[in-house]
C-alpha cells in the first residue's frame, strides 16, 4: 500500500518532469509567424511569456486528473468517498502562487507596453483615412496620398488613425499592431519596422458588406527608397484633407 505522501512525491516528480520538458519546447518558439517590427519582438516575448508559464499549470491539472484516475480507480465500489475539507496550507499556495503569476506576468506585460506606447515622439508621420471599404494613407510632410502604406525602415513611425464613417481596425500582423479606426477620435500606432519588405494588413474589425475585402499593403524601405517614392507620386489639388490633428 503506497502512503499518501508517497502518491505526492510521485506525482510530484511526474508535473516536474513534463513542465520541465514542456517549457524547453516552447521557450524558443516563434508565436507570431513573421516579425518585421521592435514592437512585434516585444510581443512576441509576452506570448511565449505566457506559453511558458501556462506549462506548469497545465501538468498540474493533467496529472492530478491522469494520477487520480488511474492509481485511485474505484472498481466496482460506486458509494461516495470520505468528504474532503480544505486545507489551509494548500489554499494559500494555490492563492499565492496565482496572485504572484497575475502580478508578474501584468508587470512583464506594463514594461512591454511602455516600451512600445511610452515615447511619443516619432521619426516619421503618416495620417490614415479609413472609409468602407479602402484605406488611404496621407503623407503630411510630401503633401501625398496613396493607397498602399509607405514607412522607412528602422525608424518610429507615427500612425494616426481616422475613420471616415464606421469603427473600422488597423492591422498588420507582422508588425504586432493593431488599433481601432473610430469616427470623430483619432487613434493612434507608434512602431518601428526592423525588416525590409512588403507586408499584407488588413481590417480587423467587421465593418459591412466589404470587409473581407478591405486589405492593405505596407512597403518598408530605406529612407532614400522611401523620398524617391514620395516624389513620383502624384500630388492631390489642395483642399482641407479632412484629419483632425
Ligand atoms: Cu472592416
Known amino acids: 500500500m503506497t502512503s499518501p505522501r508517497r502518491h ?17 519546447l516552447v521557450a524558443g518558439i516563434q508565436i507570431i509567424p513573421v516579425i518585421a517590427s521592435r514592437e512585434a519582438v516585444i510581443e512576441n516575448s509576452a506570448f511565449v511569456l505566457l506559453t511558458i508559464v501556462s506549462v506548469p499549470v497545465l501538468m498540474f491539472v493533467v496529472v492530478g486528473l491522469a494520477y487520480s484516475a488511474l492509481r485511485f480507480r474505484a472498481n466496482g465500489d460506486e458509494t461516495d468517498g470520505p468528504p474532503v475539507h ?11 502562487v496565482s496572485f504572484a503569476l ?43 496620398v496613396s493607397k498602399e502604406l509607405h514607412i522607412p525602415l528602422g525608424e518610429r513611425v507615427h500612425l494616426v488613425i481616422n475613420s471616415d464613417d464606421v469603427i473600422h481596425s488597423f492591422w ?53 527608397a522611401l523620398e524617391s517614392w514620395l516624389s513620383q507620386q502624384p500630388k492631390p489639388s489642395p483642399q482641407p484633407s479632412g484629419s483632425p490633428p
Open 8 to 24: 505526492l512525491w510521485i506525482a510530484a516528480a511526474a508535473w516536474a518532469v513534463l513542465s520541465i520538458v514542456g517549457i524547453v
Open 86 to 96: 480544505g486545507s489551509r496550507g494548500f489554499q494559500s499556495i494555490w492563492l499565492g
Open 102 to 144: 497575475v502580478i508578474g506576468l501584468f508587470g512583464y506585460g506594463a514594461v512591454g507596453l511602455i516600451d512600445i506606447r511610452g515615447a511619443q515622439s516619432s521619426d516619421f508621420e503618416v495620417q490614415v483615412r479609413s472609409e468602407q471599404w479602402a484605406w488611404h494613407f496621407e503623407y503630411p510632410d510630401a503633401g501625398v
Open 172 to 224: 498588420v500582423p507582422a508588425f504586432g499592431v493593431k488599433q481601432d479606426a473610430v469616427p470623430g477620435r483619432p487613434t493612434q500606432i507608434y512602431l518601428t519596422a526592423t525588416v525590409e519588405g512588403t507586408y499584407p494588413g488588413l481590417c480587423a474589425e467587421l465593418c459591412g458588406f466589404g470587409h473581407t475585402d478591405m486589405h492593405l499593403t505596407v512597403v518598408v524601405s530605406g529612407r532614400a
